[in-house]
């Protein structure tokens, strides 16, 4: 671990959104699931969802490009279980789905604890998703197509959350829990040291200020 990349980890993590996030509803194609990690990285969201079998999140590494390192991928059961947890943690819902009262996704305030639900391509989001959301989300288009690829449509939603938190400074300083912070730190430096000590149950060390290791 040089002191360049724990500098460079650091500030990453110190830019997590905690209250941002996306519900991945049945997206089935292992490319359009890295695809939209790799979106979530790109804006700091900290953590994903996903109602899916083990074989449909298989991650497709060419186009993850390792991004399920740094952003954490949480399964649920099914869609109510996820939305529970969700709307227990404060979240607001919202359902990528052009229904008759769907708003425009940029009149949204993604200021606000924010989950973007989406659904594999051919299907769309679930009808038991879409009665359990708050609001529905369209994005407008004028061509002949009727909808997105499922990826580019979490691209450019997380994009206009990501221009309305920049303009509200939520960047500017960790979100995180100082306890939270320094363990997702570590077990981003030290992948591998970090999954011995949970494997035998030791709390880990501390690290220095270019991150080496301290004792503990």
């Given at each position: 671990m040089t002191p360049e990349r724990f500098h460079r980890l650091r500030a990453a993590l110190a830019r997590r959104q905690p209250d941002l996030t996306v519900l991945m509803d049945?997206?089935?194609?292992?490319?359009?699931?890295?695809?939209?990690?790799?979106s979530c990285d790109a804006v700091g969201v900290l953590e994903a969802h996903v109602v899916a079998t083990e074989?449909?999140?298989?991650?497709?590494?060419?186009?993850?490009?390792?991004t399920k390192k740094w952003?954490?991928?949480?399964?649920h059961a099914n869609v109510a279980e996820a939305i529970g947890h969700l709307r227990g943690r404060g979240f607001t819902i919202l359902a990528a789905h052009p229904s008759a009262d769907a708003v425009d996704y940029r009149e949204v305030d993604y200021t606000r604890p924010t989950?973007?639900?989406l659904g594999a391509e051919l299907?769309?989001?679930s009808a038991?998703?879409?009665?359990?959301?708050?609001v529905h989300i369209t994005i407008p288009m004028v061509g002949l197509v009727?909808?997105?690829?499922?990826?580019?449509?979490?691209?450019?939603?997380?994009?206009?959350a990501f221009r309305q938190?920049?303009?509200?400074?939520?960047?500017?300083?960790t979100r995180l829990p100082a306890d939270e912070f320094a363990a997702r730190l570590f077990e981003w430096a030290y992948p591998s040291l970090a999954r011995r000590r949970r494997e035998v149950g030791r709390a880990y060390p501390p690290l220095g200020p270019n991150g080496e290791l301290l004792p503990d």
């Open positions: 049945l997206v089935h194609k292992s490319h359009n699931f890295s695809a939209i990690l790799r074989d449909a999140v298989a991650i497709h590494h060419a186009t993850s490009a390792g952003v954490a991928v949480r399964r989950t973007l639900t299907r769309g989001v038991e998703a879409l009665a359990l959301a708050d009727h909808s997105l690829n499922v990826s580019v449509a979490a691209g450019l939603v997380l994009f206009e938190r920049s303009a509200a400074s939520m960047y500017e300083q």
